[in-house]
């Protein structure tokens, strides 16, 4: 780009970004029964890298060895780690950038294995106006049957501040 082009001159795509694009939904824009999904297929490098971020070595993850001889027949990915694609939904797609994550409840129903694709479904179930929460009903499945379960709770920025 020659050095008297400015980046916005080549077109929208070039534009800066404005904190508008940044942000997700206001809370004004919910509505009950929204929903928003995430899909991710764990890897083995995946397994690895949450242990190592999250100092989490319990054998069951690492070593199938050890996975096999207990009650799920081979190594399992953590929990937690499926978990995260919750947080993913709400930071990236429902309610969005400038949602503040207040409280999330768990049910884990099945493990997740390397090669598995989680499938993560949240939907908005209840908003309380006077606080701007909402609550989302959580939900990651595996081949169509539920991992997880839960619910979370979520501030919602206000359009007006």
Do not use: W
């Amino acid at each position: 780009m020659p050095r008297d082009e400015r980046p916005e001159d080549r077109g929208p795509a070039y534009a800066p970004v404005t904190s508008a694009e940044l942000h997700g939904y206001h809370y004004e824009e919910l509505e009950v029964g929204m929903t928003a999904v995430y899909s991710r297929t764990v890897t083995e490098a995946d397994i690895a890298n949450f242990s190592a971020v999250s100092g989490d070595i319990n054998p069951l993850h690492l070593s199938e060895q050890f996975g096999g001889e207990g009650m799920f027949e081979g190594r399992i990915a953590h929990g937690m780690l499926s978990a995260g694609f919750i947080s993913a939904v709400i930071a990236n797609k429902l309610p969005g950038p400038g949602a503040i994550y207040m409280g999330q409840s768990l049910r884990f129903m099945a493990p997740v294995r390397a090669g598995d694709t989680v499938n993560t479904r949240l939907t908005v179930r209840e908003l309380n106006d006077e606080k701007q929460r909402a609550i989302l009903d959580t939900i990651c499945m595996v081949n169509g049957e539920p991992v997880i379960e839960g619910e979370a709770m979520v501030k919602v920025p206000s359009r007006n501040g």
